[in-house]
């Protein structure tokens, strides 16, 4: 009989840091993924994000998130992608980690883009979820960039890039919010420059991920 992981095997994608469980949102977890993002997850006028999707109306909150989570997963092809990964901290939902890719096959690049709820922030969850992701992308598909970008006031950001061992790659004036200029600071990290965490990253349904997407050859797990 056919799963719902044979027609997404990204849905069985576990990384597993010694806080952590990051795996694809399935649509059972997207009503905690709206709850915890309308918790709230930077200030007021504050708009960390190059799609200001925070400021959606209330009522409209919830189903555009569901919308571009739907997306992502069908717009998702072996050329371009984007793994959506939830965040679990015991069993609470508490942000989203995203790891993409273009043309990676050829560019070996993948980027990274993520949010935690307000009431978690400071606790070296950041960090330790995008330390995951990257160590994921160079260790088990063979990734040999990892790009980020964030507004140049945004120091939690940068900060979190800076321990990781991140390089800045140029400054860019892009428009965010219509009628108004953001400073974004351009990020590059490598496997020679990445500071490794002291933990090791378990994964589960890294070949099966890792096929769907069009990448090989990888680790089994």
Excluded at 13 to 34: F, G, K, S, W
Excluded at 113 to 142: H, I, T
Excluded at 205 to 211: D, I, L, P
């Amino acid at each position: 009989m056919t799963t719902l992981v044979d027609l997404w095997p990204p849905f069985e994608l576990r990384l597993e840091t010694p806080r952590l469980i990051l795996r694809a949102i399935r649509d059972d977890d997207i009503p905690a993924a709206v709850e915890a993002a309308r918790s709230g997850i930077h200030p007021v006028g504050q708009m960390p994000f190059s799609h200001p999707w925070t400021e959606a109306p209330a009522e409209e909150f919830p189903t555009n998130t569901a919308r571009h989570i739907w997306r992502t997963r069908a717009e998702a092809t072996k050329g371009k992608w984007s793994l959506q990964l939830g965040v679990w901290h015991g069993n609470d939902f508490i942000g989203c980690q995203d790891l993409g890719a273009s043309d990676f096959e050829n560019l070996k690049t993948v980027t990274t883009g993520s949010w935690l709820r307000q009431s978690v922030q400071g606790q070296g969850f950041g960090k330790e979820m995008r330390a995951a992701v990257v160590s994921y992308a160079f260790d088990w598909l063979n990734a040999e960039i990892a790009e980020s970008e964030a507004a140049v006031w945004n120091g939690t950001s940068l900060g979190v890039s800076k321990s990781l061992g991140y390089e800045t790659n140029g400054l860019f004036r892009q428009a965010w919010k219509p009628g108004e200029m953001t400073e974004v600071q351009y990020l590059r990290l490598t496997p020679d420059t990445f500071k490794r965490p002291d933990w090791v990253l378990k994964v589960e349904g890294n070949r099966a991920t890792a096929v769907h997407l069009g990448i090989g050859p990888t680790r089994s797990a």
